[in-house]
């Protein structure tokens, strides 16, 4: 019994020698605790207090480093089968070991984590990975599909004598061919696979588009289903597509002008206004509490119709009524005939041209506003969605599907479709041109509300995926809005102060179509415009350049949020595990540097939310900041990638892309990445590029998505994980922005 009693004693003595050891420990900061014991995704803007920053918070230093169990995490077999000349391999491991594959020493993280991609060759390939004395092998097995994918893959409706682009998915240095309507034809490389022209980009070393246009018939028919071959290094294969249904198109007569149209003479009824096209810029305050810090952007508000507006005295005395064009609608039969209507119901729809099956988004082709009505001339199926072709020859869709604001997947209407009545031809008077809150304002009184598109003059284009669509430098002159169903404008433009220097209207009576052109002050400078339909007028605006960053108002874009996480790190990290965290950094980051320099600073999400495409494009056309930043971080499924890059859309948005790219890449070189060897730091560039992004479809200002660096890069992402270094990008970004405002 004594014997027991003195080991428990023991033991209690010993216990309490160790608690003792650990307290003494944690008040010496020998081990450190993590901050939170809630998931990183629970952090938010509105548990920052006075003094601190988002990234004082979420510390990727207050981290356990425990040592961790040995395995690769991404792989449940050792039997793995790819489809392309590499294979990805992610893992853990203690990191006070080293880790080998095939006898190769991988670099890992200082957590133990790695991630590495390796080639592959046709049929068995062995990989062995070794870590103290434990040892795994990987068998790969690599089929080299020749032929990936075709298109069209199901089938499809086109009016008669469209463009058909059909394509196929091969490896590179293949020859395919296609059998079209009992043809053969030759089918020729684009360019990298490309997932599409939404927020997503992939490319492959090995795989090439390949493509080739042809036309449908004149007439109505049905053409059996094409059949594609391609063959590469001896290996022949065959896919089939989808069949392709002909359809006639409906003849939709030119727009005549009436003899008896004339300016309306009745009771005077004006309306007033919405403030959105002349909105005075407001200082946003900068306060230590993200929740407070930065203005949110305001829900999309719409211009009521005319007939619902109420009458106001001022604008009936500015503009008399009887000084108005007459308004025409489909709704009245004016003896011209009758045709399918097709009124947008939704705001800046995006439209392709009618002339071929492409749904690429276009910087020449301005989405269609509100309001908005046209005649249609057939419709169209396309991997099945519905397209309608219109008279003014563009091709609108009926709808697009993306999450929505609620976060679930839904579609967004955009059209509505009815029979309606052929109307007279379109008048545009000029009502006003004037400088309103630094902004060049040209108020134009319109008879309808006719399809038109902008394009810029002058502008040097360079092939994109077969496209003219990206720049090397922006060398606009000037644009023009060519107007659809429109017979006829007069008015004086005239301008001082602005960044436009003269205009004048030119008419095509045989496509029925009036073009303003607008001619630029200085030769590639441009900051953007904002079109709405108000009250039967069409407002156009034109930003002209604050003198100093203390006049600009800078939109921040912190991308994805909320249940959109974006990437994930391939290095785990106490908050910043996933890109949302990473990117909401940064742009506070930098929100806080541009406060400080003057900048009002509005952000699209402060904080850990969802915030839907279609909201961040409705915030830059309200809000009508002087630029917008999106900021993300890149992935890739190659291990081995890594290094930064900017995107822009539109041509007058590259010059603010290459300068903040320029900067951040300096920061690497020199600041960052000074310890690496030469040929690393040669490659962090990935330039300056044109890419279709849905946050960058905007007009009002110039839009850049920045791509910080690969988070599934294990160098790269324990950098973007460290805050000293979010810092350092931060800072860069700012003078990049500088850069631009000085040079533009």
Not at 183 to 206: C, L, Q, W
Request: charged residues 20%; proline residues 4%; negative net charge.
């Amino acid at each position: 019994m004594k014997k027991k009693t003195n080991l428990i004693l023991i033991a209690c003595i010993i216990a309490v020698l160790i608690i003792g050891t650990i307290l003494v420990l944690l008040l010496t900061d020998k081990i450190s605790i993590p901050i939170s014991s809630g998931s990183p995704e629970s952090i938010s803007a509105e548990s920052v207090s006075d003094g601190e920053t988002l990234g004082d918070i979420i510390s990727e230093d207050e981290e356990i480093n425990v040592p961790k169990e040995f395995r690769i995490t991404n792989h449940a077999s050792k039997n793995i089968s790819v489809s392309e000349g590499k294979v990805y391999f992610k893992g853990t491991s203690d990191p006070a070991y080293e880790v080998t594959c095939n006898g190769e020493k991988i670099e890992t993280a200082s957590t133990g984590e790695f991630s590495i991609d390796r080639r592959v060759t046709p049929g068995s390939n062995e990989f062995v990975f070794v870590h103290k004395n434990v040892t795994y092998t990987y068998t790969v097995s690599y089929t080299a599909d020749v032929l990936r994918s075709v298109y069209p893959e199901e089938a499809i409706s086109v009016p008669a004598g469209m463009e058909i682009e059909l394509s196929a998915v091969a490896l590179r240095d293949s020859a395919v061919t296609v059998i079209f309507n009992g043809r053969s034809y030759t089918m020729e490389p684009k360019s990298d696979v490309r997932i599409n022209d939404e927020e997503d980009e992939g490319s492959s070393e090995e795989l090439a588009v390949y493509t080739v246009v042809v036309n449908a018939p004149d007439s109505a028919s049905n053409i059996e289903k094409i059949s594609v071959t391609a063959k590469c290094k001896g290996i022949s294969e065959t896919m089939s597509g989808g069949s392709i249904k002909v359809t006639a198109r409906n003849k939709i007569p030119k727009p005549v002008v009436l003899e008896t149209q004339k300016p309306v003479t009745e009771k005077a009824t004006t309306h007033k206004a919405a403030e959105t096209s002349t909105e005075i810029r407001k200082t946003v305050s900068i306060k230590s509490n993200l929740s407070h810090k930065y203005t949110n952007p305001p829900k999309t508000t719409q211009a009521q119709p005319v007939s619902e507006q109420a009458e106001t005295a001022e604008e009936e005395k500015s503009v008399p009524l009887s000084d108005r064009l007459q308004k025409f609608s489909y709704t009245h039969n004016y003896g011209l005939g009758s045709a399918e209507v097709c009124q947008v119901t939704d705001d800046y729809v995006d439209i392709y041209p009618s002339r071929n099956t492409e749904t690429y988004a276009l910087p020449n082709y301005t989405p269609l506003l509100k309001g908005t009505f046209d005649y249609v001339e057939s419709e169209i199926d396309i991997d099945g969605d519905k397209y309608y072709i219109l008279s003014s020859g563009y091709k609108i869709p009926a709808n697009r599907e993306e999450r929505l604001a609620s976060g679930s997947m839904g579609k967004i209407n955009h059209v509505s479709i009815k029979e309606g009545y052929i109307t007279p031809a379109n008048s545009i008077k000029v009502v006003s041109c004037e400088i309103e809150n630094g902004n060049t304002v040209i108020k134009l009184d319109m008879n309808k509300s006719v399809p038109f598109i902008a394009y810029l003059t002058g502008q040097s284009y360079k092939d994109y995926n077969g496209r003219a669509v990206a720049v090397s430098s922006c060398t606009c002159t000037g644009i023009k809005f060519v107007f659809s169903q429109t017979a006829s404008a007069a008015g004086n433009l005239s301008f001082g102060g602005s960044v436009i220097s003269g205009g004048r209207f030119s008419t095509d009576p045989d496509r029925a179509e009036t073009t303003l052109t607008l001619d630029f002050a200085k030769s590639g400078k441009f900051y953007g415009y904002h079109c709405e339909y108000e009250n039967g007028y069409l407002i156009i605006s034109f930003k002209n350049k604050p003198s100093s960053l203390s006049g600009y108002t800078i939109m921040l874009d912190p991308g994805h949020g909320g249940i959109d996480s974006g990437a994930g790190c391939c290095v785990s990290s106490s908050g910043m595990s996933k890109e949302k965290n990473i990117n909401l950094s940064l742009a506070t980051k930098v929100g806080e540097l541009l406060q400080a320099e003057g900048a009002t600073v509005v952000m699209t999400r402060s904080g850990d939310d969802w915030v839907c495409y279609t909201d961040r494009n409705n915030a830059v056309r309200n809000r009508k900041p002087d630029m917008f930043i999106s900021i993300h971080c890149d992935a890739s499924e190659s291990a081995s990638a890594y290094g930064t890059s900017a995107y822009y859309y539109r041509a007058y948005s590259q010059p603010l892309a290459e300068a903040i790219h320029e900067s951040i890449v300096s920061s690497y070189k020199n600041i960052i990445y000074a310890d690496k060897a030469s040929d690393f730091r040669s490659r962090v560039s990935r330039g300056a590029n044109y890419y279709a992004f849905r946050v960058l479809r905007v007009e009002e200002c110039p839009a850049v998505l920045i791509e910080y660096g690969f988070v599934t890069n294990t160098v790269e992402c324990q950098m973007l994980q460290n805050s000293s270094v979010r810092d350092t990008l931060a800072r860069a970004t700012v003078s990049g922005i500088k850069n631009y405002i000085a040079s533009n």
